[in-house]
């Protein structure tokens, strides 16, 4: 579903991904983990063509980026710790809103089960700038799954949410994930990540140092993978 | 009286016949239409419930209109010659403001990127943008003609005049649109915009400083037609360039 190979990225002088290589398969949840500044952000930013690479070649569902890019935004669906949802809309008018712009049709039916899927019926006529982080971050979910994409990109999702709002979210993104559709979501929430995803990918110095597998991944043996990779890569840098 | 049963039937086939209309126009607006037609109806509907960029710019647009009355003790004919001048000075400052304004939206809560992941042609967030901020920008004209007319005691009401503010504003409003979006990625954004916009805007307003005040002093056709022409291929050129350039714009 996801094939990135040999992928670059600099801005002027620096350089933020080093050839990096990646593969996703359909049905896919990956946490993609790494310390602030790895390059977790623009390697998501260049998978959702809001940024193009330097050298590489990216291919999403079948397409390639950043040639075929409007073919890749239909099949994507994106979440960022930012809502990018409009306050002086309600939750409707922004679903409707950005219904309009993926040209699904009957938009009304899909915007009600959205509604109900992130439990914001009661709220829908509500402006968003008075939603709480917790709910607004729910909407955005709505928003990045409303034309039924086949891969969703999370950039941190949980940021800023309370123990009960990150509930709902898991629970939204588990739901999708049960329906087949390939997630990649980068976070530093090793307790969550552990529960919802089946993939982990270390990025750390601008490329992939490390990936395990496990289905029931428990959380302490994930964060000793970690904390064992970035060890390693400091290790390679400052040589003894 | 004998009751009209065939009314209810009449009534539901008419619904049904305005709705396959609607469903019709629906379906057969294309997708880069229809997405203009979102942005627009979603930047005006925000308006509607905030009114923050065109409160702002009427506020604006009348400080400056009395400001120039006041300061500018004219004689009746200076005042006539002066007029489209401080009309368009006006119409300029406040634009710049509903320009930045109307970007800096998007840019917060990071509705940009929302608005960029969307599987249309980008040309159409443009077109979206323009028609809003040309409305905002008509509106507060249409606000302001009137009470400027009181008070330097010009008749701006003529239809040619009306014909030159429309071009004007577009012109304004296309290159404007365009440098805002690209302005709007700079964290000096609120500086950055009047620092590019007026140099590019220069041919655009002289041309309707120069035809409003051929309307405005009764001069022949003959007079006023080149500069009417200028506003013409102005508005032409940029609305091309705006659409060709806008998608590199605004990409990272």
Redesign the interface.
Known sequence: MIEVSHLVKRFGPKTVLRNLDFQVAQGEFVALLGPNGAGKTTFL?IL?????QTFGDVRIAGFTLPQQA??V??K?G?V?H????????SAE?NLY??A????IEGYERRVSEILELVGLVHRRRD?VRTFSRGMQQRLAIG?SVLHDPEVLLLDEPHTGLDQDACDILDNVLLQVAARGRTLVMTSHDMARVSDLASRFDVLTRGTIQASIQHADMPVDGLLTFYRGVLANAVAEKEPA | MKEDTTTPVLAAERKEKISAERRGFKETAT?FL??I???A??DL???W??REVVSAMLVFALLVIFIFNFALELDPKTRSSLSSGILWATFTFAGTLGLNRSMA?EKD???L?????????RTAIYFGKLLSNLAFMLTVAAIVLPIYSILYNVNLFNPGLMLVILLGCWGYVAVGTLLSSMAVQARTRDVLLPILLFPVAIPVLVAAVKASGGYLSAAPWIEIAPWVNVLLVYDVIFTAVAFMVFDYVV??
Do not use: I, T
Not at chain 2, 113 to 121: H, I, K, N
């Open positions: 930013r959702s063509s809001l940024s193009r409007a073919a935004r239909r994507l994106v960022s930012q809502p990018m949802l409009y306050g002086d809309l008018e809103f950005f309009r712009m993926y040209g402006l928003r | 997708p229809r997405a037609l979102a942005v109806w979603k509907a925000s308006e419930r905030s939206v809560g990071g509705c990127d929302g608005l960029l992941l969307a599987p249309v042609d990409e990272e």
